[in-house]
């Protein structure tokens, strides 16, 4: 069997870097071009290393240890014990998944079943099923990119999570008990009495609400017209008219309502608003219905929002 060194170890640098870059980017690294490049190449010196008298020290697991920490080292350098320790946590992580997710791929695509004359015949050698080059030159690519697709998805999902909060809010006798979005980007506020405006999913939370009053509201044009009939009149004197304008939109109104208050428990503490409106728009605000109002940021400031223990 002929062995092409210059070919294998050219592919361990490529997987190595790669290996290297999403560790960077899973622990939001800054990282230097150069070091990254030195540490793969450092990296992949195994391969000419196993040819040589010294290669039965690389099979010992103390040495491998050793090896991964130069790496690791060379990359992201030193700069605490705890720093260190995260890096080379993360890059067993990565190298682990990948790799395991590549075996996936392999023995998912592979079968080592036979028909012979009718019957379903099974082979094994004992030394599992080798993985040509080939195939890691296609699947490595795929596996690492969807691995760091999965990971910014991930990361995504917690900052959306962490946004996440429950809230309670008091009409009169309408008590609804929903999960909102701490919004930075909704500034929407009433001109007149200058109170935030946090808006209700109307398409999740209209079953709190008389049907006949939201049957009235549906109608209401963008002049502020509105008619309401007996069923809706005490939620009459709570109704308001804000005046927005969206990207890319001209001028609209949102009817708004006049809450008794609003608690919304963040992080362990409560915060109740008795200054805020809610805005009730009829379109869903989250396609995966993780909440179902948006929250206006004012309404965390201690001014605005009462902290209760």
């Known amino acids: 069997m002929t062995v092409y060194l210059d070919v294998i170890w050219f592919l361990n640098v490529c997987i190595d870097l790669l290996l290297l870059y999403l560790t960077a980017t899973v622990l939001k690294r800054s990282i230097s071009k150069w070091r990254l490049l030195i540490s793969s190449l450092f990296a992949s ?14 099979y010992q697991p103390w040495m491998k240890i050793l090896f991964s920490m130069s790496i690791v080292l060379m990359a992201f350098g030193f700069k605490r014990l705890s720093y260190f320790l995260e890096n080379l946590f993360m890059f067993y ?19 080592d079943a036979a028909i012979l004359n009718g019957l379903v015949i099974t082979t094994s050698t004992g030394f599992g099923s080798p993985i040509s080059w080939l195939f890691v030159l296609i699947a490595f690519p795929c596996v690492w990119y969807f691995s760091k697709r999965r990971v910014t998805a991930i990361k ?5 999570y962490d946004q996440l909060t429950e809230v309670e809010i008091t009409i009169g006798d309408i008590f609804i008990e929903t999960r909102g979005l701490i919004d930075s980007g909704n500034q929407l ?11 209700l ?15 009235n509201i549906a109608q209401v044009d963008q002049l502020g017209n509105q008619t309401m009939d ?9 109704m308001r008219i804000i005046p927005y304008r969206g990207v890319g939109q001209q001028n609209q109104f949102l009817m708004a309502l006049k809450p008794d208050y609003v608690k919304v428990k963040e992080k362990g503490e409560e915060h109740l608003i008795k200054k805020v409106l809610l805005g ?29 223990a």
């Open 189 to 199: 506020q009433d001109p007149i009495s200058k109170a935030p405006v946090m808006i």
């Open 93 to 111: 992580f990565v190298t682990f998944a990948i790799g395991g997710g590549m075996f996936a791929i392999h023995y998912f695509l592979q079968s």
């Open 156 to 160: 995504v999902k917690k900052v959306r």
């Open 230 to 238: 007996e069923e809706s009149q005490e939620l009459e004197h709570r």
């Open 280 to 308: 009730l728009n009829h379109t869903p605000l989250s396609s995966e219905d993780e909440y179902q109002c948006i929250l206006h940021p004012k309404m965390m400031i201690s001014d605005q929002g009462k902290k209760l």
């Open 45 to 58: 010196s195994i391969v000419f290393l196993l040819f040589t008298p010294l290669s039965f020290l690389f």
């Open 201 to 215: 999913d109307m398409t999740k939370l209209s079953g709190y609400f008389p049907a006949s009053f939201i049957e």
